[in-house]
């Protein structure tokens, strides 16, 4: 199981990024996946979840109206769109699948937003 985050960077509080995972190693499109967020001196926390089929997705309560989760089962990849972007969102970002009890995580991607 391999999974490859990409997309961070420094952006401007109010503007955007797009995340990317890409997986492989496993059937990608019978597993929930998620992405998470470490703040410095934070314990990781889930930002959003999303079902196997694409069609059910959960968010944390601070990322709710400005982060949508999507996937694409034929690429193997999962997105997150973060829109409105806060200096509290300054983060290290991570996807991660749990496959037989197991939880895999990439090495995750840097978000920085400056105010």
């Known amino acids: 199981v391999q999974l490859v985050e990409s997309g961070g960077g420094l952006v401007q509080s109010g503007g955007s990024l797009r995340l990317s995972c890409a997986t492989s190693g496993f059937a990608f499109r019978n597993y929930v996946m998620k992405w998470y967020r470490q703040a410095p001196g934070k314990e990781r926390e889930l930002v959003a979840a999303i079902s196997s089929a694409g069609t059910n997705s959960v968010y944390a309560d601070s990322v709710k109206g400005r982060f949508t989760i999507s996937r694409d089962n034929v690429k193997n990849m999962v997105y997150l769109q973060m829109n409105s972007l806060k200096p509290e969102d300054t983060a290290v970002y991570y996807c991660?699948?749990?496959?037989?009890?197991?939880?895999?995580w990439g090495q995750g991607t840097q978000v920085t937003v400056s105010s």
């Open positions: 991660k699948v749990t496959r037989s009890n197991h939880d895999y």
